[in-house]
């Protein structure tokens, strides 16, 4: 029972180690960024691809609420994706801004 109302209660928000390693990048490989980086968005695309087709194929054996629950990580993951993308269009004006900045100190 605490168990349960600690799942229920409790909010955990992981750092994702993507953060840290784009907000220190290498000046030196800031060529390979918008390869790498959608390379990533990719990835993420084929995750939601897969958790999508699996939630449609076991939908009719859960409860509502447990469909809901089950939608939840392809709801983050749709949420990733957009971020991603949205970094993605930056990303030239960011990477600019990179190197001038490690260029004047």
Known sequence: DKLRH???SEVVSRADPFDL???RLDVSK???VPLLLQNRVARLKLMLA???ATLESITRYL???EA???SHKTDRLKADIDWH???LSRLPD???EERKRKADS
């Open 21 to 23: 390693a784009v907000s």
């Open 50 to 52: 897969h958790d999508e």
């Open 6 to 8: 600690d799942g229920l």
């Open 85 to 87: 993308e949205r970094l």
């Open 30 to 32: 800031l060529d390979e």
């Open 94 to 96: 960011l990477l600019a």
């Open 63 to 65: 409860t509502p609420l």
């Open 68 to 70: 809901m629950v089950m």
